[in-house]
């Protein structure tokens, strides 16, 4: 008897103290698609890197109480943990949307083993659908690159490049045209040949982005910057821009077959990182511009689901007493990213899959079962 107990002891004590495993959401895409109402032919993913609540919060308090992101009928919450790490990188949370996986921190398009895994954006491709990126960093940059490239480490910019050209992206737009034009580990010329295959490639420093005339029988490239592209503080204003054009190209490219749209705020993140309330602000709320100029597009087009989320939180940025709506008072409890849940807001045919509390994965499989993937 008393053996029986302290057996009983040990293991209730092992089990109290073991680390919890994170449970995988066992949802999967025919469970999704029984609760669909109506199929989207688009999807525009929205990704406000490092945008998590009180980013949210503090845009909204500094835009006079409004935003954009009100007019979501649908809000859920993710869990952004990566395979190795509660709290995720961006690659790792944009591997998870891309291509439905935990994987570790640094992971470009493949799993927690380095396995390659297909994204949606080249599963849309395969489809015929039109595909297409915008960007306020470099194109090559971790976000981005999780929808087309397939590296063990988002440093490798130039081979992300490389991965770039395997695929055929209708529209993309953002930064980084040196891993295209001037590379380092080979001589290729990456922007003459995206030329050779059907781009009409532009850059910022010959052409604004307004200026661009369209011609839909082409694919269309931008490049804004070297690098990363400069906060939207020190002039950089193509965002909202950039994410009207995208769609209405994309919608013509598609020619009816529909489109994959991923946007990404990629700057929030670095004013997290900064613990500069102020530049956290300014990205939010041009991000959100481009929110609105998408969710014109998807009211007016009646086809389109539109989400918004984020890869993770940074800066543990927080609202202190003190603050007002002229100005916030603010707090940090780290340099880096957080793990707090992170909120995804949904409009559109198949929006109703978003609501509740799901892994980050499941967004992709949320996605797939819109699309009949
Ligand atoms: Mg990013
Ligand atoms: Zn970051």
Redesign the pocket.
């Given at each position: 008897m008393k053996v029986k107990k302290l057996f009983f002891l040990i293991g209730f004590f092992m089990v109290a103290c073991s680390p919890a495993a994170p449970v995988q959401n066992p949802v999967t895409e025919a469970d999704e698609a029984k609760k669909l109402n109506k199929r989207p032919l688009n999807i525009i993913l929205m990704i406000g890197?490092?945008m998590g609540l009180t980013q949210i919060s503090a845009g909204l308090y500094r835009n006079g109480n409004k935003l954009n992101l009100e007019r979501f009928p649908v809000i859920g919450l993710h869990k952004s943990y990566s395979s190795s790490d509660l709290v995720t990188?961006?690659a790792a949370g944009a591997t998870a949307f891309a291509s439905g996986v935990k994987t570790y921190n640094g992971a470009v398009g493949v799993d927690k083993d380095a396995v390659s895994v297909p994204t949606i954006l080249e599963e849309a491709e395969s489809k015929g659908l039109a595909t297409g990126l915008v960007v306020t960093s470099s194109i090559t940059h971790a976000t981005p690159a999780a929808f087309y490239a397939h590296v063990r480490s988002r440093d490798q910019y130039e081979d992300i490049a490389a991965d770039f050209m395997k695929t055929d992206i209708d529209l993309f737009i953002g930064g980084g045209r040196q891993y295209f034009e001037r590379r380092k580990t080979d001589d290729r010329d990456l922007w003459k040949e995206l030329e050779a295959k059907n781009y009409v490639i532009s850059a910022l420093a010959k052409q604004e982005l307004s200026d661009v005339v369209l011609d839909f029988n082409k694919n269309f490239g931008f490049f804004t910057a070297e690098g990363d592209p400069v906060p939207t503080a020190s002039g950089r204003d193509y965002l909202p821009a950039a994410s009207r054009l995208a769609p209405v190209f994309l919608n013509q490219r598609s020619k009816s077959k529909g489109f994959f749209l991923m946007i990404e705020g990629s700057r929030i993140?670095?004013g997290?990182?900064a613990n500069d309330s102020q530049y956290i602000i300014d990205e939010m709320l041009d991000f959100d511009k481009a929110i609105g100029a998408v969710l014109d597009f998807a009211a007016e087009d009646g086809n389109t689901l539109v989400i918004v989320t984020a890869d993770?939180e940074?800066g543990g940025y927080a609202i202190m007493l003190g603050s007002s709506t002229d100005s916030i008072v603010p707090g940090f409890t780290t340099k880096?990213?957080t793990a707090s849940m992170i909120p995804v807001f949904a409009y559109g045919p198949g929006a109703e899959l978003f609501g509740g509390i799901y892994e980050n994965t499941a967004i992709f499989k949320k996605m797939r079962a819109a699309l009949n993937f």
């Open positions: 890197d490092g990188d961006s993140d670095w997290g990182h993770h940074t880096g990213h």
